[in-house]
């Protein structure tokens, strides 16, 4: 992390002793887990924070909450502090019509591809390389002096265990973070395991049988790439046509009403190092009217148009096109 960000933050929270810390929509536990934390850690620096969900959080983060409590304000009208941070949150459009005021001082907390508010912030906490928000905060922590407390580690291990999948996608680095965090918890893994697992939603389980009849499949080269439209649930519905055969899917929701479109990306890992979906969905911004990001692997845009379905599923193919130098064939 550059010093002049630590330097900077840490004499502004000598100055500014009350934080606004915000999340994305439908706020997962790698948001959730590391906006509680930070509210933890910033409290034992004389900071009294707020942690706002506007757009709601997500039914694993809310699994997470009813065994573990924490004031997370939802839907809430947001009383802006000195400070605002922004955790796992790269784009204005992750947290609908908010306007932060210019006299607060703003600090982003990603692993993802730098969006708007990196270039709107004083100070710049950013990973790409990370699997987890959490594990930006982690090295944030250490280099404020703060104390990691057994409930803050619960919560980063809940974001780090949900972004990688269980574990599955982490590095050496990665596990020796895991494993001091653990040591902190109290060594039970199983209880982060319980609190991140809960029934699949019957609303989810039709979601996903009804993008199927609506779903239209390519195959580039020896790849299959699968399209299909959801009126909620669209991350899960992606990943869903993976496990069904599909090494990339995009699924989007459409409101008309509210104007506004969402597009989920999922990939297989495999082609890591061949396809970058938070580069590729980058081509649909201007069709969306609003931004993209996220990982290598998964990825989505979000935006106020809701007119270009087409012209975003064929701008999707052409750009695969391109990347794997192949041409697309119908297959459903």
């Known amino acids: 992390?550059?010093?002049?960000?630590?330097?900077?933050?840490?004499?502004?929270?000598?100055?500014?002793?009350?934080?606004?810390i915000i999340v994305h929509h439908n706020a997962d536990p790698?948001?959730?887990?590391?906006?509680?934390a930070l509210a933890r850690g910033l409290a034992q620096l004389g900071v009294s924070p707020e942690v706002h969900a506007p757009l709601g959080i997500s039914a694993q983060s809310k699994n997470i909450l009813a065994k573990y409590p924490y004031p997370v304000l939802e839907n809430a009208k947001i009383d802006f502090k000195e400070l605002v941070f922004l955790v796992?949150?790269?784009?204005?459009?992750?947290?609908?019509?908010?306007?932060?005021?210019?006299?607060?001082l703003i600090a982003v907390i990603d692993h993802h591809e730098p969006g708007a508010f990196w270039e709107k912030a004083d100070f710049r906490f950013l990973e790409k390389e990370s699997h987890?928000?959490?594990?930006?905060?982690?090295?944030?922590?250490?280099?404020?002096?703060?104390?990691?407390?057994?409930?803050m580690a619960f919560f980063l291990l809940a974001g780090i265990v949900a972004d990688t999948a269980f574990l599955r996608n982490v590095n050496a680095k990665d596990l020796k973070v895991t494993a001091e965090l653990l040591e902190i918890m109290g060594d039970d893994i199983d209880r982060v395991y319980t609190a991140l697992s809960l029934p699949e939603d019957i609303s989810e389980r039709i979601a996903k049988f009804k993008s199927f009849k609506r779903m239209s499949v390519y195959r580039i080269g020896?790849?299959?790439?699968?399209?299909s439209h959801a009126g909620s649930f669209e991350s899960q519905t992606a990943l869903a046509l993976i496990k069904s055969g599909a090494d990339i899917a995009f699924v989007?929701?459409?409101?008309?009403?509210?104007?506004?479109?969402?597009?989920?990306?999922?990939?297989r890992v495999h082609l890591l190092g061949k396809i970058d979906l938070s580069k590729l969905m980058k081509v649909?911004?201007?069709l969306v009217g609003g931004s993209a990001g996220g990982h290598p692997t998964a990825a989505s845009a979000n935006g106020k148009n809701t007119k270009n379905?087409?012209?975003?599923?064929?701008?999707?193919?052409t750009a695969l096109e391109k990347e794997l130098g192949g041409k697309r064939k119908v297959i459903a």
């Not at 790698?30 to 509680?36: C, E, F, K, P």
């Not at 020896?222 to 399209?227: E, K, M």
């Not at 989007?252 to 990939?267: A, T």
């Open 1 to 20: 992390m550059p010093k002049s960000n630590i330097a900077g933050l840490k004499d502004a929270l000598k100055v500014h002793k009350s934080a606004t």
């Open 30 to 36: 790698d948001a959730l887990g590391s906006a509680i």
């Open 88 to 104: 796992d949150t790269s784009t204005p459009e992750q947290i609908g019509k908010i306007e932060i005021p210019k006299s607060s």
């Open 132 to 151: 987890a928000s959490a594990f930006v905060l982690y090295g944030l922590f250490k280099n404020l002096g703060v104390k990691i407390t057994a409930e």
């Open 222 to 227: 020896d790849l299959i790439v699968a399209f």
């Open 252 to 267: 989007e929701n459409i409101d008309e009403k509210k104007q506004e479109y969402r597009i989920s990306g999922r990939m």
């Open 284 to 286: 649909i911004e201007p």
């Open 309 to 317: 379905s087409k012209k975003v599923q064929e701008r999707l193919l």
